[in-house]
């Protein structure tokens, strides 16, 4: 079924949503000078992904116990050198395997 | 074009595109709920890429909301791809043609941020490229089953799935940090003011899009005043 309704509205987000994505890339088409500015968008990344990590792996999982285990394994494999892939994966085994066990 | 670059994110997008399955599959199901049709929900994962957003979409659809309030609620709970966008737009060579910029854009979210945000230097986008190919057919995939098909993923499989976005959060944020006693901090620091910014009276209030939002202009702020960069040519 086509609903007007519906895809009226889908449109209307889906261009407020880009326009907040693409904005920045129109605004800064060259390299920010300002030292601080520079700084300040390098560390970014690293604040908002642990951010929205922690604590928020521990509740990712149908337990408490699983996605402890999830951010445990992950931080251990991270340390130990695996990459993107290896290490996600590693979470999701370990969420697995607790769960079977405690389940 | 590069296309052993392009693979190399397609491999990187792998474990993102389980993840999406998971989360998206929850989407549709919500989608379904309130009569959505498989390619409704087709259509808004592929132009929203957004998890909470999509949720909020949702929402706003079944409660027949109005074109103010979705534009409101929709900026407000998106706007923290801004500053990831900010911090992408400076991660690219200035030679960078602004096609490839647009298309960058579109698909700028958590994750496919985190793993462009983690290359060494300057970002080429066609390795975000090969990454959003695989990670956002998983995205829609995901949606259409969900509309579809609300129980045919185990809930245990589901769950499992749904960690591996952190676990490459992780993958992102550890290795700087066991190379820099400073970026190790930091990260501590990220992860101790978001727990307490989740638990505590007042703060715990506000939503989780601003909480992001809020500690990382904070955090991320302090630590430019700290440490500045220093220039890498």
Redesign the interface.
Known sequence: ?F?K???G??????L???A??????L??????KN???????????????????????LT???SVW??GA??VT??A???L????????????????LT??VI? | MDVRLFLKGS??G??IA??YLAVAFTLGIAAGNIN??AL?SF??SF????SA?EYA?IL??GS??G?IE??AT??II?????????????KLE?GVP?WK??L???F?T?EL???S??VEGYLDPVYTYGAAVVSVAGWCLGTVLGVVAGDVLP???A??????????????????A?KSRF?AI??AV??A???VF??APVVSEISEGF??II??VL???A???I???EEEG
């Open positions: 079924m609903d309704r519906v895809y509205s889908l449109i209307v987000m889906i407020t949503v880009y907040i994505r693409v904005l920045p890339f605004i800064f088409r060259k390299e920010i030292k601080w500015v520079r700084s300040f968008l390098h560390y970014v990344p690293y604040v908002t992904l642990a951010v929205m990590t922690f604590p928020a792996i990712a999982a149908s699983a996605g999830a951010l992950g931080i494999v991270a340390l050198g695996g990459d993107l892939f290896v290490v996600a994966i590693s979470t999701c085994v370990a969420v697995f769960e079977m389940l | 491999r990187d792998i474990p389980m993840g959505m049709d409704q259509f808004m132009g929203m890429l957004a957003g979409a706003l659809i027949a909301a074109v979705m534009i929709t900026f998106n706007l923290r791809y801004f500053l990831m966008s900010c911090s992408l737009s400076q200035p602004m910029r647009l960058l854009a579109w700028v958590d941020f985190g793993i945000s983690a809930v245990r499989l769950s499992a799935m749904n960690v591996a976005l952190y676990g490459m959060f992780l993958a992102i944020i550890i290795p700087p066991r970026m930091l990260v990220s992860m003011a978001s727990f989740a638990n909480r992001i500690l990382t955090i991320a702020g630590a430019a005043f440490r500045p960069i």
